[in-house]
C-alpha cells in the first residue's frame, strides 16, 4: 500500500521500512534528504522484555520532541529534525549514527542507584556523564575508557565533540525545563554523522529518554514522575503525564517547522 506524506511542498511517498525499534519506525522517503519516523503508541521496559499499548502515547512523544529539537536548533546545537506532521509523524535527516548512547546524571536515580552507595536525588556537579554501547542483545552494556579503546567506534577527539555536545544539550534542555517546574533528572542522547561530516542530535527527546520530575510536588509523592518511569514501576496515568508535559512546553513558544498535515494511505 502506497502512503503519502501531504505537505505544503509536493507529497513525498513513503519508502521502504528502514528500521524499526521499540518505540518508532523509520522510513525512507521519495526524497533522499529526508526520512519520516513514526512514533509508536508502545511503552517498554526492561530493555523491551516488557512492553503495553498505549494509546496516544506516539503523537504526545513526537510533539514534545519536535519542540525541544526546535529548542536545541535555536540555542545552535545541530539536529537531526526537519518538520513536524500531526499524526505523530516527524521528518528527519539521514544521518550515520554513532553505536552509542550518551546518558547524562544531574541526579542520583534509576540504576545508578544499583550501581553506587549514593542517595536518590542527590544533585551530581558537574553532571554525570556516560557512555554505553547501544546493542540491545548485549543490554547496552557500560563502556570504559578501555573498552571504548577497543571498540574503536570514535576517536579520541570524536569522543570530546561528543561528550561537549551531549553538555551542551543537557544544560539547554535542563535550563528551559526548569523555567516550567520541571526538573531534567537525566537523559539519554544518540548521535550521527551527517553527509558533510557534521555531529548532529538524532532519536528522540520526550519523557521516554528523559526522566523529569515535577516540581510543584513533594519529593514523596508518587505524582513528582512524568516520564516513563511511571509504567516502568507501575504507577499508571502515562498518558496523563506525558499530556502534563507537552502543555508545559507549549508554555515556552517553539514554533517547529510544520512538515504537513499527516501521512495518508
Not at 525541544?68 to 544521518?95: C, I, K, S, Y
Not at 561537549?164 to 516550567?180: C, F, K, P, V, Y
Amino acid at each position: 500500500m502506497l502512503h503519502v506524506l501531504m505537505m505544503d511542498t509536493p507529497a513525498l511517498a513513503l519508502g521502504p521500512l528502514l528500521h524499526e525499534g521499540k518505540a518508532k519506525r523509520l522510513y525512507a522517503t521519495t526524497d533522499s534528504q529526508l526520512y519520516a519516523v513514526e512514533f509508536k503508541d508502545m511503552a517498554t521496559a526492561s530493555n523491551g522484555r516488557r512492553q503495553c499499548q498505549v494509546p496516544g502515547k506516539g503523537p504526545l512523544n513526537c510533539q514534545i520532541s519536535s519542540q525541544l529539537f526546535t529548542l536545541l536548533e535555536q540555542a545552535g546545537l545541530p539536529t537531526h529534525f526537519r518538520g513536524v506532521l500531526d499524526n505523530g509523524w516527524m521528518l528527519v535527516q539521514p544521518l550515520r549514527m554513532i553505536p552509542l548512547e550518551v546518558v547524562l546524571r544531574n541526579r542520583a536515580a534509576g540504576s545508578l542507584l544499583r550501581q553506587l552507595p549514593i542517595l536518590a536525588g542527590q544533585q551530581l556537579e558537574p553532571p554525570l556523564l556516560d557512555l554505553y554501547f547501544k546493542d540491545d542483545g548485549l543490554g547496552d552494556p557500560f563502556l570504559s575508557e578501555a573498552r571504548l579503546a577497543t571498540l574503536n567506534i570514535v576517536t579520541p577527539q570524536q569522543r570530546i565533540q561528543l561528550e561537549t555536545m551531549a553538555r551542551q544539550t543537557n544544560s539547554a534542555l535542563h535550563g528551559a525545563l526548569n523555567r516550567i517546574d520541571l526538573d531534567l533528572v537525566d537523559l539519554k542522547l544518540e548521535f550521527g554523522w551527517d553527509a558533510s561530516g557534521q555531529l548532529r542530535l538524532a532519536d528522540e527527546l520526550s519523557p521516554d529518554n528523559c526522566r523529569l520530575w515535577d516540581q510543584r510536588q513533594s519529593p514523596d509523592s508518587p505524582g513528582r514522575s512524568l516520564d516513563k518511569d511511571r509504567f516502568r514501576q507501575g504507577l499508571g496515568g502515562l498518558v496523563d503525564a506525558y499530556k502534563e508535559v507537552n502543555q508545559r512546553i507549549q508554555v515556552l513558544g517553539l514554533k517547529p517547522q510544520h512538515g504537513g498535515s499527516r501521512v495518508k494511505s
